[in-house]
């Protein structure tokens, strides 16, 4: 059993350019949450994808968006990258969307933006 | 709304000495609360989590937490720090709608031999 893992593991950018994260969940999972977490600051929730369809979001604007395929992977897209979105970008996965299922967390991608 | 508060950014305990990591919670609806450590350049592990069983909850690597709804606390402690403690700990709160999880700004603990 493969846990969740994340590429690229590290990646810069300069202000203005798009990207796309992605995030392979644990197998079995059909639930994938995308957190930022800003150097020095806990994570916060940017959405979640339950079976392919938006099941939250956090305080995010538009330009971040996300998809979640049939195999129940994920990617996170950024577009008009800003500065202070330079952070470690982790996605988690989980046996559905409620509470009480845990969350499996990959190893991060770190985003720079100059 | 929900939120939490860690009391303290860095933690410093002797090795073999009590751990004890502060946690306060606002929820406006039963909450399910957790501990996750981070070690440097990996992911969130999950430690414990408390899910209106048990107020006292035990977790992995001899941790445990207990759930105090008068104070709104929930503490995690560990009777004897080891070294391979030394890690960033964060406390979380979410609802029972989905996992929009809230996250603390984390407290780095330090082991000192």
């Known amino acids: 059993e493969t846990g969740v893992t994340q590429s690229p593991t590290h990646l810069i950018k300069t202000r203005g350019q798009q990207v796309t994260l992605r995030c392979s969940s644990q197998?079995?999972?059909?639930?994938v949450s995308w957190y930022q977490q800003a150097l020095g600051q806990g994570p916060q929730f940017i959405f979640q994808?339950?079976?392919?369809?938006?099941?939250g979001r956090g305080n995010f604007p538009p330009r971040f968006s996300g998809l979640q395929f049939p195999n129940y992977s994920s990617e996170l897209n950024v577009n008009a990258l800003e500065l202070d979105d330079s952070a470690l970008y982790l996605c988690?996965?989980?046996?559905?969307?409620?509470?009480?299922?845990?969350?499996?967390f990959g190893p991060g991608t770190r985003l720079t933006v100059l | 709304a929900q939120s939490v508060t860690q009391l303290g950014s860095h933690v410093s305990v002797s090795e073999g000495a009590l751990v004890l990591l502060r946690c306060n919670y606002s929820?406006?609806?039963?909450?399910?609360l957790f501990w996750y450590v981070q070690y440097p350049n990996q992911g969130l592990q999950l430690l414990l989590k408390?899910?209106?069983?048990?107020?006292l909850v035990k977790g992995i690597n001899g941790f445990e937490a207990e759930f105090k709804k008068s104070e709104t606390s929930f503490h995690l402690t560990k009777p004897s720090a080891h070294m391979s403690d030394a890690a960033e700990y964060f406390c979380?709160?979410?609802?029972?709608?989905?996992?929009?999880?809230?996250f603390g700004t984390g407290t780095k603990l330090q082991v000192i031999p």
């Open positions: 988690a996965s989980s046996l559905g969307g409620g509470a009480n299922n845990e969350q499996f």
């Open positions: 197998s079995g999972h059909n639930t």
């Open positions: 994808y339950y079976r392919e369809e938006e099941n």
């Open positions: 929820s406006s609806v039963p909450p399910y």
């Open positions: 408390y899910t209106s069983a048990a107020t």
């Open positions: 979380a709160v979410t609802n029972t709608a989905y996992q929009k999880v809230t």
